[in-house]
Nanobody, 122 residues
Framework: QVQLAESGGGLVQAGGSLRLSCAAS????????MGWFRQVPGKEREFVAA????????YYADSVKGRFTISRDNAKNTVYLQMNSLKPEDTAVYSC???????????????WGQGTQVTVSS
């Protein structure tokens, strides 16, 4: 079992930045690939970014490429999502996720956090 807890959401103006954090507990953090997803009410959950076990490989949705950066600190059992140049369409609940397989973490991860709200005002 892996427990995930996100933090760092909030309200920011368009063009601003936020950094989300996701703290993990349970099984060794370094065994898991990690991902971030987002969801707007009434819409399907959307993949945002993912990172491999050691952090050497990252993946991004086209909509955030060049603006968002995923990273991890295995010593702190934490994954981060640095979000720059935020747009109103980035408004959503952001959730982190974990899975043993770095491919599967981008589609159907096994473990999920509760999510944190990000609101970008125009």
């Amino acid at each position: 079992q892996v427990q995930l807890a996100e933090s760092g959401g909030g309200l920011v103006q368009a063009g601003g930045s936020l950094r989300l954090s996701c703290a993990a507990s349970g099984r060794p953090f370094g065994s898991y690939a990690m991902g971030w997803f987002r969801q707007v009410p009434g819409k399907e959950r959307e993949f945002v970014a993912a990172i491999s076990w050691g952090g050497s490989t990252t993946y991004y949705a086209d909509s955030v490429k060049g603006r968002f950066t995923i990273s991890r600190d295995n010593a702190k059992n934490t994954v981060y999502l640095q979000m720059n140049s935020l747009k109103p369409e980035d408004t959503a609940v952001y959730s982190c996720a974990a899975h043993l397989d770095p491919q599967t973490v981008r589609t159907t991860p096994r473990y999920w956090g509760q999510g944190t709200q990000v609101t970008v005002s125009s």
